[in-house]
Every structure is written in structure tokens, then in C-alpha cells.
């Protein structure tokens, strides 16, 4: 058997953590403002219970009166929701242009694989009507909270009014829906786990053995699905009220900023999925889709779904 | 220009909360929203206790109007920072902004998804026609308009809330803590709250 050297076997993860360290230095060395040593005191506090955002005990009598009546440390985190906002309204079109660029440099690269079929009536069951259900809804719900969520980021071009307030209370409601949708799917990110390989259940939830590069989408998927229901589910049921607003508002602004990074990291990986199964493998959408390939589609691309599918007697 | 500000003298408050019901009462505030509210600390504790009524401080550099993604903001020349209701689509980033919790959301629809923003208008209104029965339905009434200070400040029966132009409401909490014997030069609670991070 062929043996693979560290590299060949990590390259995909060992390239995008290079490329996440290269943009987070570039962003916290030059672009935010925020008080990286309070944010990371806060986050131990809070992940003991304490969600204040008060680090330590007043020291004089206008520092409690400001924490009681306006919630603490101001500057520490509030600087970087307005800088970030802004940010996002004017120069979220540069984050897009790189990562389209990053694909069509892949596409001149790699081309397009286009498998050779000659007996399209031969075919395999690959994905089962509950799995592409599952992965419909996704598609449609993520489709839909990226488009209401960037009716909220650029609001100032549709300038507000009824119809954005429509989309934005729609935004809301799906993601709460989409917790349960991103819950599944998480399951499936979690069945190619290595330590679970054994595992029956989630080894043939989704037939295949995952590329390390497929594997990513995945996991950032489930990584960052998971930051963005938890703040998105806590951000609408702490609704805004005069008399806990002090004793919230920090914990707020922290999941508010957790959802800005958990949306603008996930984009990057639905982006990748969405070259993944649209544009670098002719008949993958219409597969999933249908739910069925042609043998000779998974003979030419997917050798390893075919295996799998084989030892269940599914092929 | 006069630039009015709000003042809370803390050592005049005694937490009554009449502020609190008159501009509720004054503009038919729904429940679940307080444009303004009053805080009490060390409670119980004899000489200790104080209490602050608080509301829109009407910031001269408001980061509600710099974070607004519609641009729903504006500041009147007297400078009461002041929004647009028709443009408003609930996102809440003003209330992640605001220093001191001012914008309110009130619960909307069979969801009871939040609605649109309210605060504090220093009862000075909004964009639509002056006094006009639409302008007083979004926004309550314009005292200002009226030739009318705020109506918390007029209901403080104890005058620890001031409202008026800034350089007057200065002299007078100038004043109060010369006589108390305090180190004049803090500025009331709020009143540097934002700037001094700057």
C-alpha cells in the first residue's frame, strides 16, 4: 500500500489554518479595536456563569453607579461592533472578490471533471429521501439567512422600511428553525470523525471515505453553524429590556461579534461547497438532487462512496 | 446653538420612578418599553443608597447614528439626536452601540420577533409633521415644539432631573456640588461616559 507523507495527508487542513492565521493576524494587528485582554477574561467568566461582563469589584462609587446603570467597560468591546458594522456594510465586497478569485484560480488549475457515461440507466442509490431532505432544507434555509442576513448588513443601500423589516424578523425565525436542520448535519460532519470510524451508524449515514479538503467544509460548518446558532438563539432570547440592560448588554455585544466572524468564516465554506458540487464535478448537483448516480460517475469520481455503498449491499 | 443634555442630580433622586410613569404616561408607551428607567444602587444601605434616572443622553458624536445600517439617525441642531421610525428595521446594533441602553424594542407579531426601535426623543418628536397626530402616534409629544421642557423633568418633584440647554444645565450641577463641597470638575454621570474612551 502506498504510504503518504504527512503533508500529502494534512495538506488541506495545514493550508487553511495558514490561511485563517495570515487574515486573523491581519485583522488583529491592523483592523480591530477590540481589548483582546478583556474579551478573553469575559469569555472565561462567562463559561463559569458569570456574564456581567464586571471583571472585578468597583473601585469607586461612580464605577458602580456606571455598571448598574449603563453596564461595565464600554470601551472594551462596543468600539470594534460599530468599527465592524461599518465594515461590513463597505468593504464586505473585497472579502467576496478574493474568494471567488481564490476559484476561479482553482477552476483554470484543475478544469472541471467530467466522468464518461455510457450507461446512464445503470445507477446507484447514493443518497437515501430523508438525506436529501436534510440537505435541501439546508441549502434553502442557508440560502435564505444569507440573503436576509445581508439584507441587514446592507440596509443602507435598500435605505430600511417595511420590506427589510419583513426579512429581517424572517431572519430571526429561520435561524431558529435552522438549528435543528444544522444539528443533523452536524452529525453528519461528525460520522467521518476518525475515532468513529467503526461506527455503523454514522459510517453509513453518508457512504465515502471524506478528503481531508471536503472535511473542512465540515467541520467550519459544524464549528461555526454552532457559533452562529448559539449567538443568533441568545441574542433574540435576551430581548432588549431597560431593566436587565446593564447586566446584559456585554454579553450581548460578545455574541453579536461572535455571530459577525461565525457568518463571514462560514460564507468562505458554503462558497467552497457550492464550487465543490456546482462547478468542479459535472453531475454531482443533479445527483443530489435525484439522489442516484450513475456507476460509472461513481466509478470515475467517487471509487470510495462506490466501496462503501457495496459492503452495505446498496450497489 | 444651545445643546440640551439631561441631568441626574444622584444625591437629589430618591427613586420614585415619577419620571419613569410621566413620560410613559406622556407619550402611551407600550408596556415592555422604557424610554427611561431609574437605577438604585447599594439599596437598603443608610447613606449609601443612591439612584440615577437614565435615558438617550442625546450624545453629540452618537454611535447609535454611526452603527445604524439604514442611516435611520439624525441630529437636530440643538442637538436632540433623533430617528426615523419608517426606516427602522429592528436590527439592534444602536443598542450595542449606545453607552448608556437607551433604544428600546418592543415585542411584534404572533412571533413576538422584536419591532422597531424606541428611545428617548427629549420630547421633541420626529421627522413627521410637527404635532401632527402620525408624528405623536411613533414618536409621543413634542414638548419641544410646545415651548415645553421634557416631561420627566418637569414631574421631578425632587428637581434632581434637568433638562435644557447644556451650558445652563452645567451651571446648575456646578452649583449643587460647590455647595456640597465636591471636586467640580467631574461632569455628571453619563456625560463623559462615551468620550472619555476616545
Known amino acids: 500500500m502506498e504510504s503518504k507523507t504527512f503533508w500529502e495527508c494534512n495538506k488541506a487542513y495545514i493550508l487553511t489554518a495558514l490561511g485563517l492565521v495570515l487574515v486573523g493576524f491581519v485583522f488583529v494587528k491592523y483592523l480591530m479595536i477590540m481589548d483582546w485582554g478583556y474579551l478573553i477574561q469575559f469569555t472565561l467568566h462567562a463559561m463559569l456563569g458569570d456574564t456581567s461582563g464586571v471583571m472585578s469589584a468597583p473601585t469607586s462609587e ?45 477552476y483554470i488549475k484543475n478544469g472541471r471533471v467530467n466522468p464518461t457515461i455510457t450507461k446512464p440507466n445503470d445507477t446507484v442509490q447514493v443518497f437515501t429521501s430523508f438525506q436529501r431532505a436534510v440537505i435541501w432544507l439546508n441549502i434553502g434555509m442557508i440560502s435564505v439567512l444569507v440573503l436576509t442576513g445581508f439584507n441587514i448588513t446592507w440596509s ?55 478528503k481531508p479538503s471536503k472535511r473542512v467544509i465540515w467541520f467550519f460548518y459544524a464549528v461555526m453553524g454552532a457559533g452562529l446558532c448559539f449567538s443568533g438563539a441568545m441574542i433574540i432570547t435576551l430581548h432588549p429590556s431597560s431593566l436587565t440592560h446593564a447586566d446584559v448588554i456585554q454579553f450581548r455585544r460578545v455574541l453579536l461579534y461572535l455571530h459577525f466572524g461565525a457568518s463571514v468564516l462560514i460564507m468562505f465554506f458554503i462558497l467552497d461547497f457550492v464550487y465543490a458540487s456546482a462547478i468542479s464535478v459535472k453531475g454531482y448537483l443533479k445527483g443530489l438532487w435525484t439522489g442516484t448516480y450513475p456507476r460509472e460517475y ?6 470510495d462512496v462506490l466501496e462503501d455503498l457495496k459492503k452495505v449491499g446498496r450497489a | 446653538m444651545s445643546r440640551m443634555k439631561f441631568y441626574c442630580d444622584d444625591y437629589r433622586c430618591v427613586d420614585c420612578n415619577g419620571c419613569v410613569v410621566a413620560c410613559k404616561e406622556a407619550h402611551e408607551i407600550p408596556v415592555g418599553v422604557n424610554r427611561r428607567r431609574v437605577i438604585t444602587i447599594n439599596e437598603g444601605i443608610e447613606g449609601k443608597q ?7 443622553m442625546h450624545c453629540s458624536d452618537a454611535p447609535c ?25 429592528g436590527c439592534g446594533y444602536c443598542l450595542y452601540a449606545c453607552p448608556f441602553g437607551a433604544p428600546q424594542f ?83 454621570y453619563g456625560w463623559e461616559a462615551y468620550n472619555n474612551g476616545k
Open chain 1, 298 to 303: 461513481l466509478e470515475q469520481v467517487a471509487p
Open chain 2, 106 to 188: 418592543g415585542h411584534e407579531g404572533i412571533f413576538g420577533v422584536k419591532g422597531v426601535m424606541d428611545k428617548c426623543t427629549f420630547c421633541a418628536g420626529g421627522p413627521d409633521e410637527t404635532l401632527s397626530e402620525t408624528e405623536f402616534e411613533h414618536y409621543g409629544q413634542n414638548r419641544i415644539a410646545e415651548g415645553k421642557i421634557p416631561m420627566c423633568a418637569s414631574m421631578c418633584a425632587t428637581k434632581a432631573l434637568i433638562a435644557g440647554d447644556a451650558a445652563e444645565v452645567d451651571k446648575i450641577y456646578e452649583y449643587r456640588t460647590a455647595k456640597r463641597g465636591e471636586n467640580t470638575s467631574l461632569k455628571p
Open chain 1, 156 to 210: 443602507l443601500r435598500s435605505e430600511g422600511g417595511d420590506l427589510p423589516r419583513l426579512l429581517r424578523e424572517f431572519h430571526e425565525l429561520t435561524g431558529l428553525a435552522w438549528i435543528g436542520v444544522w444539528l443533523i448535519f452536524t452529525i453528519i460532519a461528525a460520522k467521518d470523525m476518525k475515532g468513529w470510524r467503526s461506527n455503523s451508524t454514522f459510517r453509513h449515514f453518508l457512504p465515502g471515505s471524506y
Open chain 1, 62 to 106: 461612580l464605577q458602580q453607579m456606571m455598571n448598574a446603570a449603563f453596564g461595565p467597560a464600554y470601551n472594551t468591546v462596543a468600539p470594534e461592533i460599530i468599527r465592524a458594522s461599518n465594515e461590513r456594510q463597505e468593504f464586505i465586497w473585497y472579502v467576496f472578490f478574493a474568494e471567488i478569485l481564490i476559484f476561479v484560480l482553482l
Open chain 2, 50 to 56: 443612591k439612584s440615577l434616572s437614565v435615558a438617550c
Open chain 2, 65 to 89: 447614528q454611526k452603527v445604524c445600517p439604514t442611516d435611520c439617525f439624525y441630529i437636530r441642531k440643538d442637538g436632540i439626536v433623533l430617528h426615523d421610525k419608517e426606516k427602522c428595521i
